[in-house]
């Protein structure tokens, strides 16, 4: 089974920190995604990549940047957190589109105060 | 857009009682491919079953969901709860022949917590 681990589990920043969530899958996957968990809302997608350098926009992008590295490295950074962004996020990779199944890390609970 | 509609935020049973928990779609294209995923408390969402044909039932788990594209919909369903049923279910969709700018997105639907007593 595909492995993506998220680093870190649990973060709590402060109104205005910067905050780097960190996700890498070993599976080669082609596409990767960086979701947020709310209550009411169900998963939303925030951005999703499928290759190295590649950045799509998701559904709820705004405050977020992301930036695929390599394969297996994709980085959701927030410049100046809000308490808007208080969430659990969860990272997923799938090898290829439409049909596949997404693989979730075990997920990044973020604070902001 | 795509949307999914689950209409139950929050269903409660009682064990051995079947369960239903409602799906449905809306996409301009007409290859559709449907997912539920599970969400275990302190577990990873995971997939639970899936189908892009028409009218075929899907069954895994003891969960089985059949794609209805006349009326757009992949309800969940078991005949029997159990107590280890209970967790988040998600309904997603995907466009498995669109090219355009949202190839390779999934939509979710905003999810049912599923809860059974005893």
């Known amino acids: 089974e595909a492995a993506v681990t998220q680093s870190p589990r649990n973060k709590v920043t402060v109104t205005g920190g910067n905050v780097t969530l960190s996700c890498r899958q070993t599976?080669?996957?082609?596409?990767m995604y960086w979701y947020r968990q709310d209550t009411g809302h169900g998963l939303r997608l925030i951005h999703y990549?499928?290759?190295?350098?590649?950045?799509q926009i998701g559904d709820v992008p705004d405050g977020y940047k992301a930036t695929r590295t390599t394969q297996e490295d994709f980085f959701l950074l927030l410049e100046l957190a809000s308490p808007s962004q208080t969430s659990l996020y969860f990272c997923?990779?799938?090898?290829?589109?439409?049909?596949?199944?997404?693989?979730f890390g075990a997920g990044t609970r973020l604070s902001v105060l | 857009g795509d949307s999914v509609t689950q209409t139950e935020g929050l269903v409660t049973l009682t064990e051995g009682l079947p369960v239903m928990l409602n799906c449905t779609y809306q996409?301009?294209?007409?290859?559709?491919?449907l997912f539920w995923y599970v969400h275990y408390l302190n577990e990873s969402p995971r997939l639970l079953l899936k189908?892009?044909?028409?009218?075929k039932r899907t069954e895994h788990q003891g969960f089985h969901a059949t794609l209805h594209k006349s009326s757009s919909s992949f309800h969940l369903q078991k005949s029997s709860a159990q107590l280890s049923d209970s967790a988040l279910y998600y309904c997603?969709?995907?466009?498995?022949?669109?090219?355009?700018?949202?190839?390779?997105?999934?939509?979710f639907g905003h999810g049912t917590i599923l809860r059974v007593h005893p």
């Open positions: 997923a990779s799938s090898e290829d589109w439409g049909e596949n199944t997404l693989y």
């Open positions: 599976n080669s996957h082609n596409y």
């Open positions: 990549s499928y290759g190295a350098g590649n950045l």
């Open positions: 996409t301009i294209y007409s290859n559709p491919f």
């Open positions: 189908s892009s044909t028409d009218n």
């Open positions: 997603a969709l995907s466009d498995r022949f669109n090219t355009g700018a949202n190839t390779g997105k999934l939509t």
